[in-house]
């Protein structure tokens, strides 16, 4: 028994640092925007108390109301998009177990390029002058798009391009799940004359549930904080179709000098993603088997 | 009378005399290596200008002893930093480039430039020359008797055009403001496969190429302490600037900053390009647009011809520790040998006597289109004025209620008396904020 104390001591003393230095880096910068977010900061830098005026602000900025909605809309959108199609890559890539190696790594290359690169890589690709994306429609005999550069097309685009990025990582987490499954219930079934569509539907879903919740919890913190994708793309126009909370807290903040307003916008975000994460846990909880 | 003729050299030489003896004496003191051994981090916004003026830090290593550290980064990002640690009031950054006319008066009112104005006069190299700037960027750099930063180069928007599509099409470029449409309309018949005219469309971004039109037509960002966007002459710049983008421009063009101007305008796609000077080596590189281009300055409107001159500035951090150290490489990189180096690469040189120089004159000569770009500057130079966004400290916002007015009616959700009111409302509170 005192060994054991002991072992927990050192392995304890061990890990300390790390412990301290990890929290201290998460632990400040949060507890400092939470201050500042009740400050009133001046353009040139001048500070002082300002109470909850910044969170009371919001309440009449319709550049926020704006921005929830995007940030939602977006959110909504690519996790359903990514889900679907993580799901389905994922079913291909388990049933193509002798696929070659180098073409399995290929399917999920995409999450490997960082989103700046990605970013500027569809930037060219969409651009509606210049890309390829126009250049491949209209050679099929299909109208151009505008893409990036219209207001009700953005969302949809951004979504677009953020799923070829991170279907891979869904699918990934959704084959290890598969594999994780138990094989006699698919003995059974198989023994019980079931199709593959309600093999699929009956058995393979209902028991990938709860990875597909881990998945989703994963991609939501990712989602709501979406931003270096809109930012090297449209900088969140044309016209704020694109400025999600996080790209309004960036600019007020970065571009335009409010940061305390800009403070309190991020907290806000932040409050919201946590609300998300902790519903999608008790929900995961709840669907574990 | 002709006896004080007489006395008059004599009194000048009593006059300069001190002067003389001072410009001696500074000669005799100044030591490139008086900072040996010390370290510098300079951060730069990654433009024309530091990738070329970098080339060279070896040159002023070699030259004082110092070792530069260098933070390059894209332009956002580059102020994004800058905020961070100046904020923190940290040593980090010693130098960092700055545009005077969007960010000089919030970074000055905010204490963050050091005030280089004593050093040029008491700590610089003989052979650098200070009074050699021009006079209007030192101006444009000086807040409050303080010079926040010294001038690098001279830019501003200028129409570049295509001389082939021109003269197929049986055109002369167009002479007044109004008569680019005209212009504009004539080559879209003519040649439909181009764009006729491109801009600046991305909101933040657009205000530096609309000011033009709306100096040039007459109108001004503010009048008796409000916001004049809505003015008459504001009405016309916003109505002929988004309908020049809606009907002639490329399309996705509310999301195009310089990057996709220049990558349009180099691949042969637009026969008018209204962007900034210092994208002239870009857009002239590989050599295609080298044979048939030209470059004049926005044709004058109503209001004359009033371009937007700006330029960007070197400064030294107000917390650097070691501020003296920091102003050797502003005046190693501002030095009219380095000048006239950059000069040749295309980085348009704010100092006349490297304008004058046989080497950059020779190097202009080579081409027809340079010459161009030249005489564009010098009108710039002669004519230009710095106003881009409202002379307010919260100019960088102001900049996006302009952009989001334009794009307004170019997307044609409001019409040009909505988006002008709206902005005008936004500008309004933001001026009473100051």
Known sequence: ?289 | MRSSLKTLPTLAAALLLPAAWGAVAAAQEFDWKAHEGETITFLANNNPWATTVLKYKDEFEALTGITLRVDSYQEQQMRQRLLTVMNARSDEVDIFMTLPSREGMQFAAAGWYEDLLPYTTENAAPEYDFKGFSPALVEAATFDGALTGVPLNIEGPLLYYRTDVFEKCGLNPPESLAGISEVAAELKKCAPDMTAFASRGLAPALPYTFSNFLHNMGGSYMADGKSNLCSEEGKKAISLYASLLKDYGPPGVVNYSFYQLTSLYREGRSAMSFQSSNEFPAVMEGGARLEDTAIVPLPAGEGGSHPTTIGWALAVSQFSSNPEAAWYFVQWASSPEMQAKLALEGIAPPRNAVASDPDYQAWLEEQPVRQHWQEALEHLADKGTSEVGYPIVQNPESREYIGQAVNAVLLGTSTVDEACAAADEQLNALIARE
């Open chain 1, 1 to 289: 028994m005192d060994t054991s104390n002991s072992q927990r001591a050192q392995l304890a003393a061990l890990a300390a640092p790390s412990v301290i230095f990890t929290v201290a880096m998460i632990a400040f910068p949060f507890c400092y925007t939470i201050w500042i977010s009740f400050q009133a900061v001046s353009a040139t830098g001048m500070m002082r108390f300002d109470g909850a005026a910044n969170y009371a602000r919001m309440v009449n900025d319709t550049q926020f109301w704006n921005g929830l909605w995007i940030t939602f809309y977006l959110y909504a959108l690519s996790l359903v998009l990514q889900l679907v199609c993580g799901t389905a890559l994922a079913l291909l890539l388990f049933r193509a177990r002798r696929l070659p190696g180098i073409i399995r790594s290929l399917f999920i290359s995409p999450f490997m390029l960082p989103p700046v690169v990605a970013g500027m890589m569809w930037l060219i690709i969409l651009d509606p002058s210049l890309g390829a994306a126009n250049y491949i429609l209209t050679s099929l005999g299909l109208p151009p798009s505008n893409w990036l550069a219209s207001p009700a097309l953005v969302i949809p685009t951004l979504a677009l391009v953020d799923t070829w990025q991170w279907t891979p990582y869904v699918a990934l987490i959704v084959l290890g799940g598969l594999q994780s499954l138990p094989p006699s219930v698919y003995e059974a079934a198989e023994i019980d004359g079931a199709s593959r569509t309600k093999t699929l539907l009956r058995i393979t879903l209902p028991l990938l549930l709860p990875t597909l919740v881990t998945a989703t919890v994963l991609r939501s913190v990712d989602l709501l904080r979406f931003f270096d994708l809109i930012y090297i793309t449209t900088q969140g126009g044309p016209a704020n179709a694109s400025t999600t909370l996080n790209i309004y807290g960036f600019r007020t903040g970065f571009e335009f000098f409010q940061l305390g307003y800009a403070g309190a916008l991020m907290i806000t975000l932040s409050v919201m993603v946590l609300g998300v994460v902790l519903a999608l846990n008790r929900l995961r909880n709840a669907v574990a088997w």
